[in-house]
């Protein structure tokens, strides 16, 4: 573990106006284990440092001693929240590079859980943000709400979180039975979940003076930083994967994104509310433009792809997840890449941090949504 | 803190933040969560209390759930359905299985053949991601994935488990209250 | 009498042994000093209870419920799990004021107890003619019990988080005194039996007369019992832990106690004083037959007064989010005490005028009476009137004087949120 230097004046703690502070790895709001070490003067906050790497395992290593095929459980590990859009990189990645057409039947079925997938991770942030900022209600009905999509996800793929949801060339099962009737009444029964949250919180005047004019960035700024999903989003910057460059069937889809004006925290509190409308509204169409047709597409006795190398991306609930494949024509990869979205949004933590009190900093870790599975790989 | 842009509110806004409107309205829903929790049935869409008492009640597991392993065997026969192929120790990424195969002699159509059967299986829960690569490498639906998931033990040696344990299955504690 | 038919024996019994003064003076009190402390305890005990099942309601959820049917052991499970821990002292702390610390916090949180009217006659220990000012200054000592607490257990952070819980109280009970002096003009006794019965003579409780007042006394209470949304020193445990982090076991347990004793003491508090306390008004006609009867009444009466004051505290827990520090010392300063001495003003406007119309049934001035206000429908009338224009009045004025900081707080406000649709770009998979 590193030494991270930060200069002080002086050198006790009770001549210099300045406290350094560690916000340490075993924390109960900072999503994990991240270590942030602050500077403070009083309560402000004078700069910021983030140590990492508590999570590493090593999975990029990994990823060279593994068979394509095996490689796709691991990254379920790594935003571990929304696995189901980690597989989908993975997959997307080596089958493009291969060239394999995934039949429609597929394609829709992806996009149908994969959105619920989002669903589920903007819930989990909701539930988080809300307890650190203090209204603790939410996260027990966040929660629950998680948990109907979660029994999907069971029903279906076999687990709740880690799912192994994908395989190369499609899925490894058709929808199970109750399937339609399951993603329906989810459906129909979260737009009121929703209102709830917003009754709650939107226009609550505690939430409003904890999270207005917080944690604000620009958008030049979150382009120069490299901030992608919603934490960019919400600086007014339209940049949305799904719509840019569109995978699995959001090219059929019609939908909007939401964009924030100010890139401050409430901004991007209501850039996600409403992406869970969004993607309920894709749930909702992808379900009845459902085709029908074989799940999975014929694959070589061994997944080889072409020597080279490949970069794809989706539109994680975090952010922009990409993944860089180079292979060597073997049965196992030669290298991988995974462009983590927490990792690059954690960037902007010091900038957004400065110059507010230390009670704010909570409030700006979960509004980033950072995983640090994603971070520490 | 930087100041942001906002609209001048209008009269009834101003009435509206003087009589603390929207913390009423908060405060209401919580009201109605509360008195639903001892009226309503409907947990799902409605304001019911949405705990599944476990251990009490056992929960509803789905059919596809990737949960403890189970070799399968013929119903009639009782043989176990391995042929030893070893393609479930191939396709695991966590090298967790260990298929342990011997020959034995049979007579085929009169002349003896050596025929490779399952003497041992060794399989360790422990390293085990329950990605269920095994399960789909499975030519003959012996390994199987079951609903178990209660998969504790005493020691770091009760997670390997052995043919006998994984063709029987083990036995769990069920609490009734 | 059959209820009294145990009092009586022992009262025969004790006059074997002491006088009968000794008895009215010396072993009464003692007996009730008894139940009072049991009945708190218990009431702690169960409103810890009583949180969690709440919480939990209102959560979709179901609380505690293995612990006994429906889980109404858990508080003793609870004790009983705190009393087996291991007591520690940390190293280089304090031995001795880390000791005392938390019997002070609950000594002070229960010594209030003794002047709080639960009932009419036998039902208050001790009826002092300055119970108001007692209260309010034996609950300051529990603050010196933070402090002690935070410096006692040698680590920065407990320190920092019991100099800021302190700083916080004592902000609030400014505020919490202020805000009870609009009620005692109207009641023109400290004793707070008297100001039960200042409300019992006029059939009206105060809050009536003093909306503001009370909603000022009730979340300064909140904010000086270090409640949510008010409770960012303890519950915001990023790096201040907060004065009871060394603290574990019974110790620990003490404090907590103590929290909700204190929890207790407000809600009685703000019952006695703007909700009438233990009278109602129709429990009084059993007073001419069946006097005991009557005390037993009125007492369930103030418990169910002050369990619904409790359901407030834990209602405003478990939805509104956290006032963050500057936030919270802010509303203390700028918003409640203005709003309290704008309270005091009109008040005494109110009386004055009351006075320069009515008289007080035939009495021309205040000085002639005894205690509390004797209004005619018209005084009423107009202390009514006082009480709902004060309410604007004071909005206005503290529009007026936090009108420099309006664009640091909160504005009602529907951000838009544009929905763009953005041009397709080329499928990744053509």
């Known amino acids: 573990m590193h030494q991270v230097e930060i200069a002080t004046t002086q050198e006790t703690l009770l001549d210099s106006p300045e406290m350094v502070l560690n916000m340490g790895p075993q924390h109960p709001s900072t999503h994990g284990v991240l270590r942030v070490i602050l500077k403070l003067d009083g309560e402000t906050v004078i700069d910021l440092d983030c140590d990492i790497g508590y999570l590493h395992r090593g999975m990029e290593k990994i990823a060279e001693n593994r068979m394509y095929t095996m490689i796709a459980p691991y990254w379920d590990r790594l935003d571990y929240i929304a696995a189901v859009s980690n597989g989908l990189v993975w997959v997307e990645t080596v089958e493009q590079m291969m060239g394999l057409p995934v039949p429609p039947r597929a394609h829709y079925l992806r996009t149908i859980l994969t959105e619920l997938n989002r669903i589920a991770s903007h819930l989990l942030w909701l539930a988080t943000h809300a307890l650190d900022i203090g209204a603790i209600t939410v996260l027990l009905w966040a929660l629950r709400e998680r948990e109907e999509i979660l029994k999907i996800f069971e029903r279906q793929f076999g687990a709740r979180l880690t799912c192994h949801a994908w395989r190369v060339g499609g899925m490894p099962n058709d929808a199970y039975d109750d399937f339609h009737k399951d993603v329906r009444q989810f459906v129909n029964n979260f737009p009121k979940r929703l209102d709830e949250y917003e009754t709650v919180l939107s226009e609550n005047r505690i939430w409003l003076s904890r999270t207005v004019g917080i944690g604000v960035i620009s958008g030049p700024d979150a382009i120069a930083i490299g901030l992608s999903g919603p934490a960019l989003r919400g600086s007014g910057v339209a940049w949305d994967v799904r719509k840019s460059r569109p995978y699995a069937a959001y090219a059929d889809m019609d939908f909007d994104i939401p964009l924030g004006e100010n890139g401050d925290t409430y901004d991007r509190y209501l850039v996600r509310l409403e992406e869970m409308r969004q993607s309920r509204r894709i749930i909702d169409q992808a379900l009845e433009k459902l085709p029908d047709g074989p799940v999975n597409a014929k694959l070589p006795r061994i997944v080889k792809p072409p020597v080279g190398d490949y970069y794809h991306s989706i539109e994680g609930p975090k952010g922009e997840i990409g993944c860089y494949l180079v292979s060597d024509g073997t049965a196992q990869p030669w290298r991988v890449r995974v462009r983590p979205p927490s990792f690059i949004n954690l960037q902007a933590l010091r900038q957004m941090c400065v110059g507010h009190l230390v009670a704010d900093v909570v409030a700006i870790i979960g509004t980033l949504d950072i995983v640090l599975g994603e971070i520490d790989r | ?177 | ?430």
């Open chain 2, 1 to 177: 803190m930087p100041l942001v842009k906002t609209p001048k509110p209008t009269f009834a806004q101003k009435l509206k933040r003087f009589f603390m409107i929207d913390l009423i309205k908060g405060l209401g829903l919580t009201l109605k969560f509360n008195l639903g929790a001892l009226t309503d049935k409907d947990s799902v869409a409605g304001k019911g209390i949405y705990t599944e008492q476990y251990p009490k009640v056992r929960p509803d597991v789905a059919p596809r759930f990737h949960g403890a392993p189970r070799l399968n065997m013929d119903p009639e026969t009782h043989d176990t359905l391995c042929i030893a192929c070893n393609l479930c120790a191939i396709a695991c990424p966590e090298d967790c299985i260990d298929v342990i195969a011997m020959d034995v002699e049979i007579i085929v159509a009169g002349k003896p053949r050596r025929k490779k059967v399952l003497d041992e299986f060794i399989f360790d829960t422990s390293r085990c991601m329950f990605c269920a690569l095994c399960q789909e490498a499975c030519p003959t639906s012996c390994l199987e994935l079951t609903q178990d998931f209660e998969l504790a033990t005493y020691s770091r040696a009760g997670f390997v488990w052995n043919r006998e344990m994984l063709e029987q299955g083990r036995e769990t504690v069920k609490y009734t209250s």
């Open chain 3, 1 to 430: 009498m059959l209820l009294l038919a145990p009092v009586n024996l022992l009262n025969d019994l004790l006059l074997k042994f002491f006088s009968a003064e000794t008895i009215a003076f010396f072993v009464w009190p003692l007996i009730q000093i008894g139940l009072v402390v049991t009945l708190v305890a218990l009431w702690v005990a169960y409103a810890t209870y009583l949180e969690r099942k709440i919480s939990a309601f209102m959560q979709a959820r179901l609380g505690p419920m293995r612990v006994g049917p429906w889980g109404l052991l858990q508080p003793i499970a609870d004790g009983l799990k705190l009393l087996t821990k291991e007591d520690f002292i940390p190293e280089n702390a304090d031995r001795w004021i880390f000791f005392f610390a938390p019997y002070i916090a609950v000594a002070s949180a229960f010594i209030v107890f003794s002047v709080i009217p639960f009932g009419p006659d036998w039902a208050v220990i001790a009826d002092v003619n300055i119970g108001l000012l007692l209260v309010l200054g034996v609950s300051s000592v529990g603050v010196l019990a933070l402090i002690l607490a935070g410096w006692s257990s040698n680590s920065k952070y407990a320190l920092l988080g019991g100099l800021r819980s302190s700083a916080q109280m004592v902000s609030y009970e400014v505020a919490m005194g202020l805000s009870l002096i609009g009620a005692l003009m109207f009641a023109r006794t400290l004793s707070l039996s008297g100001i039960v019965a200042a409300q019992g003579s006029d059939s009206i409780w105060f809050i009536v007369y003093q909306p503001a007042g009370f909603l000022l006394f009730l979340i300064s209470g909140i904010a000086e019992n270090n409640r949510a949304p008010f409770d960012l020193p303890e519950a915001e445990s990023e790096l201040v832990a907060g004065f009871h982090t060394e603290y574990s076991g019974m110790r620990w347990s003490l404090f907590f106690m103590a929290e909700y004793a204190a929890m207790v003491v407000v809600a009685a508090v703000a019952v006695t004083v703007y909700l009438g306390g233990w009278y109602f008004p129709f429990v009084y006609r059993l007073a001419s037959g069946h006097h005991n009867l009557y005390v037993i009444v009125s007492l369930l009466v103030f418990l169910v007064k002050t369990s619904i004051i409790l359901y407030i505290y834990f209602w405003l827990r478990w939805t509104l989010p956290r006032f963050r520090y500057d936030q919270l010392m802010d509303i203390g300063w700028k918003w409640l005490i203005p709003s309290a001495l704008i309270n005091i003003v009109l008040s005494a406007f109110a009386i004055f005028l009351v006075q320069a119309l009515d008289g007080w049934r035939g009495f021309r001035t205040i000085e002639l009476l005894d205690r509390g206000l004797n209004l005619t429908a018209t005084g009423k009338g107009v202390m009514i009137a006082f009480g709902i224009a004060g309410l604007f009045i004071t909005g206005a004025l503290l529009a007026r004087i936090n009108w420099r900081s309006r664009n640091f707080n909160l504005k009602t406000q529907r951000r838009n949120i544009r929905l763009v649709n953005l041009p397709k770009g080329k499928p990744a998979v053509p």
